[in-house]
């Protein structure tokens, strides 16, 4: 399914990166209310300011309602997004979770989502790769980076005031620097 209001983040492993692009991504773009989405296979226990949407075998749906904290969810939330969505699924239940979380979303609105797993299932306007050199829990991305994606490291984010992504007519662009 392709769908161009998207932008799946993706990265190496832990502290690759993908929260911080998707919070840089969604400060710089602010204006456009972005809907932020992060999906995960872990079905730890829930935190306060996580509302519940909808529950059923293989996936639970929160909207994250608390600023004030330094989760993934609630960091999206304080730089500027205009909704914030948190799912824990199963792998084979990630499709149904992800339509389910849609249904909640303005058609065309542009929304930024951390889950690698998601490229598996959906075709987005844009998908960007996090790199790491650590070698801690590094992630076996390989299928993922034979797909059209960008990519970036912590050491571009911190180098650049712009993330080199637009969001124009119902879909996500890549930017090019000049030299």
Same mark, same amino acid.
């Given at each position: 399914?392709?769908?161009?209001?998207?932008?799946?983040?993706?990265?190496?492993?832990?502290?690759?990166?993908?929260?911080? +692009?998707?919070?840089?991504?969604?400060? /710089?773009? $602010?204006?456009?209310?972005?809907?932020?989405?992060?999906?995960?296979?872990?079905?730890?226990?829930? #935190?306060?300011?996580?509302?519940?949407?909808?529950?059923?075998?293989?996936?639970?749906? %929160?909207?994250?309602?608390? $600023?004030?904290?330094?989760?993934?969810?609630? $960091? +999206?939330?304080?730089?500027?997004? *205009? $909704?914030? %969505?948190?799912?824990?699924?199963?792998?084979?239940?990630?499709?149904?979770?992800?339509?389910?979380? +849609?249904?909640?979303?303005?058609?065309?609105? @542009?929304?930024?989502?951390?889950?690698?797993?998601?490229?598996? %299932? #959906?075709?987005?306007?844009?998908?960007?790769? +996090? #790199? *790491?050199?650590?070698? !801690?829990? /590094?992630?076996?991305?390989?299928?993922?980076? !034979?797909?059209?994606?960008?990519?970036?490291?912590?050491?571009?984010?911190?180098?650049?005031?712009?993330? @080199?992504?637009?969001?124009?007519?119902?879909?996500?662009?890549?930017? /090019? %620097?000049?030299?």
């Amino acid at each position: 399914m392709k769908v161009p209001n998207l932008l799946i983040i993706a990265g190496t492993g832990n502290k690759s990166g993908k929260t911080s +692009m998707a919070c840089r991504i969604i400060a /710089q773009l $602010r204006p456009l209310g972005i809907v932020s989405v992060k999906i995960t296979p872990h079905f730890h226990e829930t #935190t306060p300011g996580l509302a519940l949407i909808s529950e059923k075998k293989g996936y639970s749906l %929160y909207e994250e309602t608390n $600023r004030g904290t330094t989760k993934d969810t609630s $960091r +999206m939330l304080k730089v500027g997004a *205009s $909704r914030v %969505y948190f799912a824990k699924v199963t792998d084979d239940s990630l499709d149904e979770a992800f339509n389910e979380i +849609m249904k909640n979303i303005p058609e065309g609105t @542009p929304v930024v989502c951390e889950s690698p797993a998601l490229r598996h %299932y #959906t075709e987005p306007g844009l998908f960007i790769i +996090m #790199t *790491s050199p650590l070698k !801690d829990n /590094q992630k076996d991305i390989r299928v993922l980076l !034979d797909l059209p994606h960008l990519e970036f490291n912590m050491d571009f984010l911190a180098s650049k005031r712009d993330i @080199p992504v637009s969001f124009n007519d119902g879909k996500w662009i890549s930017i /090019q %620097y000049g030299n």
